[in-house]
């Protein structure tokens, strides 16, 4: 979606990190600190100079990462929606509704077979003023999982290209067909955070950061719904001295679902970045 666009303009590297894409599955091994190292390596071997590093959710959350322990080899930091502290050990327990996603995923997809039917079926919307979540009906998720599996018998090079889906769509079941499910387990009982401290890493960042903030509520039952919050995003801004932050109405990963709204917030901050 947006990657066409800056391509045009930059010299990009699109770098799945372990346990998600074409990369090792390393399951035990999954922390910022220990996909931190990954990054700043492949920034050191690889890129070799200064670079923009960019990500989205949890991708979001390494990118300040870099910006923090690999000083010199960033030059500035996209942070897309980053769950910087409500999905952390022990917070995460609290956030109910995000909490139920990363079970839900466990429970379905951490199977010797995914059940992308029973993941789908699962899925809920909490509704204002009612505990109860408002579940996908089952037959749009038979139909899913059906639409999956049909398009992989047929064209087996485009697995996931599916008919009549959205792009964004066929990303999402890109995602959950083939990440390590053990990167979502180590999210909820804390391994993914073990040796991270999100405030004294927003303090050692000097360089400048961009910081996209998505849609979120909060539910009386489930807790936050979105990534971040009002005072998760002040007490970012509080310890970052060099940070714009800019709002959209847009689910979480902004880039698919407002792309024009992501190029141009993007494009204003790296302008700003050459006066």
């Not at 494009?267 to 700003?272: G, I, R």
Request: glycine content about 6%.
């Amino acid at each position: 979606m947006v990657m066409p666009y800056f391509s045009k303009s930059y010299h990009l590297f699109i770098v799945d990190i372990r346990g998600h894409g074409k990369s090792s599955r390393t399951p035990g091994q999954y922390s910022y600190n220990i996909i931190g190292q990954d990054l700043k390596e492949f920034l050191e071997k690889v890129v070799k100079k200064p670079a923009i590093v960019s990500g989205l959710s949890s991708g979001a959350i390494l990118s300040l990462w870099l910006a923090a322990n690999a000083p010199e080899n960033v030059l500035a930091a996209i942070s897309e929606d980053p769950p910087l502290f409500s999905s952390m050990y022990p917070r995460i327990k609290e956030e109910k509704f995000m909490y139920r996603l990363f079970e839900t995923a466990i429970e379905t997809l951490g199977k010797p077979k995914r059940d992308i039917k029973g993941f789908f079926a699962k899925q809920g919307i909490p509704v204002e003023g009612k505990e109860k979540l408002l579940r996908m009906p089952a037959f749009i998720a038979s139909y899913r999982a059906m639409s999956l599996e049909l398009n992989k018998k047929i064209r087996p090079a485009r697995k996931y290209d599916l008919l009549n889906a959205r792009f964004d769509q066929r990303a999402g079941l890109k995602f959950i067909s083939e990440y390590d499910v053990d990167f979502s387990k180590a999210t909820i009982d804390g391994r993914l955070v073990q040796g991270f401290d999100p405030q004294e890493t927003l303090k050692k960042i000097k360089c400048p950061v961009l910081l996209i903030h998505a849609y979120w509520s909060r539910h009386k039952t489930w807790g936050l719904l979105g990534a971040l919050d009002e005072n998760d995003v002040e007490k970012i801004r509080s310890m970052v001295k060099d940070i714009k932050v800019v709002k959209v109405n847009a689910i979480h990963d902004v880039h698919l679902a407002k792309p024009k709204i992501f190029i141009k917030a993007v494009n204003d901050f790296l302008q700003s970045l050459d006066k």
